[in-house]
C-alpha cells in the first residue's frame, strides 16, 4: 500500500470514514431513526421510508460485469462529476498539490480543483496534431511540478479524439508510484476502441472513469463509476457520501440497464455512428461551417465563419447547441450532440 500512501492527503489516510446503519435485509429496522412504514402511494421496492444501501451490491455487480472488472475494483457515485470531486479531495492537498489537465478539454477536472485549493497544471493538446497528447510536456510537468492526479479524456469532450493508448500508457508507465492517472472514457461507447479497463491489473496506478449518462441513456439517473486498483477504490470508499446512490435510482437503473437493452446496445452505438457520419458530411456541406473534426464520440465539434450568427440562429428555431468559444483554441468552436435525425434536420435547415 506505500505508493498510494505517499499519494493520499494523510488526513484521508488518517480518517475513520462514518459507518451507515448495519445493511441487513432480513431483520426490522429499529436503529436508523427512519418512519417504520412506507407512505400511501410509495410503489417502490424498498420502501423510500428506508435509507438505501450504502454501495448497493445488485448495481456494483452489474456495472463490473458491464465493464468487465472486478467487483474489487468499482465504486459507484452519483455519475463521474461526483467521483472526480472526491478523487481530487482524495489526493490533492490545498495549496500544495496540483492536478494536470490537456486543454481543451471537460471543464469538472479545474472546477473541482479550485473547489479544493489544487494547483492546476496545465499541458494543451496539440491542435495541429488533431489535439494529440503532448505526452513529452505532462511527464516534464509532471517531475517538477507536485502533481498527484493528470487527468485524460478519451474520447475528449469537446475535441471529440480518442488520445493515443500509446501515449497514455507512457504517462501511466512514467509515473508509476508517483501520480494517479485519471482516464475520462464517457464516450468510450462510441468509438472503434476498448476501454483501457484491460490495462487495470498492469498499471495500479491507472484510473478509468465511467458513466451511464450517455450511451446508456441514464443521465437524469446520476450513476457513474471509477474504476482502479481496489486500495483506491478503498480510498474514495472512504469519503463518499455514507447513502449515494438514491433507492429510485438504483431500483430504475437496474430494471432499465436490463438484459433488452444490453442486447441492444451495439445496434444503438452503430445507428448512432452512421448518424454521426450523416450529420459531419452535411455540417461540411453547409457554406457557414469552415471545419468540422473528426469525431470518435456522440457530438461534432465544428469550426465556423460566424459562430455567433450560428448561435443565434439555433436559438431561433428553438435548438440548443454548446458554445465552445471560450475554449482555447476554439475562438469559432460549437459542440453539437448527434440527436435523432429530424433533430439535427432541424438544426441542419436552420444553419441553411
Ligand atoms: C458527460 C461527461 C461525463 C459524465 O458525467 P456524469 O456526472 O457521469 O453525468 C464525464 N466526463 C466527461 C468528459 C463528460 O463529457
Redesign the pocket.
Known amino acids: 500500500m506505500s505508493w498510494l500512501n505517499a499519494l493520499v492527503r494523510p488526513e484521508i489516510l488518517a480518517l475513520k470514514p462514518y459507518q451507515p446503519a448495519a445493511w441487513n435485509p432480513g431483520f426490522t429496522r429499529l436503529h436508523a431513526n427512519e418512519w417504520p412504514r412506507r407512505l400511501l402511494h410509495d410503489e417502490t421496492e424498498a420502501g423510500l421510508n428506508q435509507y438505501p444501501e450504502p454501495q448497493p451490491q445488485a448495481l456494483v455487480a452489474r456495472l463490473a460485469h458491464l465493464y468487465r472488472v472486478d467487483e474489487s475494483r468499482i465504486v459507484i457515485g452519483r455519475?463521474?462529476?461526483?467521483l472526480i470531486d472526491l478523487l481530487v479531495r482524495a489526493f490533492c492537498r490545498a495549496n500544495r498539490d496540483a492536478l494536470l489537465v490537456c486543454p481543451p478539454t471537460?471543464g469538472?477536472y479545474s472546477v473541482a480543483a479550485h473547489i479544493q485549493g489544487a494547483a492546476i497544471v496545465s499541458i494543451p493538446l496539440i491542435a495541429a496534431e488533431g489535439f494529440a497528447l503532448d505526452w513529452q510536456r505532462v511527464l516534464q510537468s509532471c517531475a517538477t511540478n507536485p502533481v498527484k492526479l493528470v487527468f485524460l479524456?478519451s474520447p475528449n469532450?469537446p475535441t471529440g479524439n480518442l488520445l493515443h493508448e500509446s501515449h497514455v500508457l507512457a504517462i501511466v508507465e512514467e509515473l508509476r508510484g508517483r501520480a494517479l492517472v485519471v482516464v475520462?472514457e464517457?464516450?468510450i461507447e462510441f468509438s472503434s476502441r476498448p476501454s483501457l479497463a484491460a490495462k487495470l491489473v498492469e498499471y495500479p496506478n491507472l484510473a478509468i472513469?465511467r458513466?451511464l449518462?450517455?450511451a446508456h441513456g441514464l443521465?437524469g439517473a446520476?450513476v457513474?463509476a471509477l474504476i482502479a486498483d481496489p486500495q483506491v477504490i478503498g480510498v474514495i470508499r472512504k469519503l463518499i457520501a455514507p447513502y449515494a446512490i438514491p433507492q429510485l435510482t438504483l431500483e430504475a437503473v437496474l430494471s432499465l440497464l436490463s438484459p433488452l437493452h444490453l442486447r441492444d446496445h451495439s445496434t444503438r452505438m452503430r445507428e448512432l455512428q452512421q448518424e454521426r457520419a450523416r450529420m459531419m458530411a452535411a455540417l461540411r456541406g453547409l457554406s457557414c461551417v469552415r471545419q468540422v473534426y473528426p469525431s470518435e464520440a456522440n457530438f461534432l465539434l465544428a469550426r465556423f465563419k460566424d459562430a455567433s450568427w450560428a448561435l443565434a440562429s439555433a436559438t431561433k428555431a428553438r435548438l440548443l447547441v454548446r458554445d465552445a468559444r471560450s475554449y482555447a483554441a476554439l475562438e469559432d468552436g460549437i459542440r453539437i450532440t448527434v440527436g435523432a435525425q429530424e433533430q439535427n434536420d432541424r438544426l441542419l435547415e436552420a444553419w441553411r
Open positions: 455519475g463521474s462529476d461526483e471537460f469538472m479524456c469532450n475520462d464517457a464516450y472513469l458513466t449518462s450517455k443521465a446520476r457513474g
